[in-house]
């Protein structure tokens, strides 16, 4: 079964708004990553977080790490027509065999 | 540096054919994974190869194979094509083991099976 399962399946924003997506989890962990995927295409790598940070910002990347909860958030500031895309959750867990698992994604859609 | 280059982009097939897509990952880069995404099932691991060994495998049938050479370079093979084999087909390559600090993603092979 998926580790990881986002919320909400979908996200419609405007444009300048921001969008928060959350991603819970159901074992223990080593890390937390977070992609995209426009239409289609391959998945870009956003950010990492491990088990032991509690918050971490990349540009209007914000992502957050609750291990008590099993749960973590990634919030896009000031949102873009560009950042239209899925985006999608994936866990490393602790003790496991070796693999990144996906959640299903949430389809954000920003409208100019 | 280039990227993680799939061929081929786009692959109809009919049903009891096989198939192989390829996948060369970043220079540097040893371990190469393999996933298959469908609408329905989202992103599911089919298995990851290291150092030329297949060093993680998921839960899909004997139909689903795969190998890695020398250069890192990795194949997958499908044989016997059912018509739910249709699905987008994502290598990722990283350095080390299992993507623990992310994968590097290439464009994927789009494969329709008729």
């Known amino acids: 079964s998926q580790q990881g399962e986002e919320d909400p399946q979908a996200l419609s924003i405007q444009e300048g708004e921001n969008a928060t997506m959350n991603c819970s989890y159901k074992?223990?962990?080593?890390?937390l990553q977070w992609y995209r995927q426009n239409s289609g295409r391959g998945l870009v790598h956003l950010i990492l977080?491990?088990?032991?940070?509690r918050e971490k910002h990349s540009g209007r990347l914000r992502v957050t790490l609750d291990t008590s909860k099993k749960s973590s958030s990634l919030l896009i500031t000031a949102s873009r027509a560009a950042d239209t895309a899925s985006y999608f959750c994936?866990?490393?867990?602790?003790?496991?065999?070796?693999?990144?698992?996906f959640g299903k994604g949430t389809k954000l859609t920003v409208n100019p | 540096k280039a990227g993680v280059t799939q061929t081929p982009r786009y692959l109809i097939k009919t049903r009891g054919q096989q198939v192989t897509l390829s996948c060369s990952p970043i220079?540097?880069?040893?371990?190469v994974s393999w996933y298959q995404q469908t609408p329905g099932q989202g992103l599911q691991f089919l298995f990851e190869?290291?150092?030329?060994?297949?060093?993680n495998k998921g839960n899909f049938p004997g139909r689903f194979s795969g190998r890695q050479f020398s250069n890192s370079r990795s194949e997958m093979n499908v044989s016997t094509l059912e018509l739910g084999d249709s699905a987008l087909y994502l290598c990722?390559?990283?350095?080390?083991?299992?993507?623990?600090?992310?994968?590097?993603f290439g464009s994927g092979t789009r494969l329709t099976v008729v």
């Open positions: 990722a390559s990283s350095l080390d083991r299992g993507g623990r600090y992310g994968y590097t």
């Open positions: 074992t223990s962990i080593n890390n």
């Open positions: 977080i491990r088990s032991n940070e």
């Open positions: 994936a866990t490393d867990k602790k003790g496991g065999s070796e693999k990144l698992v």
């Open positions: 220079s540097g880069h040893r371990s």
């Open positions: 190869y290291f150092s030329e060994t297949q060093r």
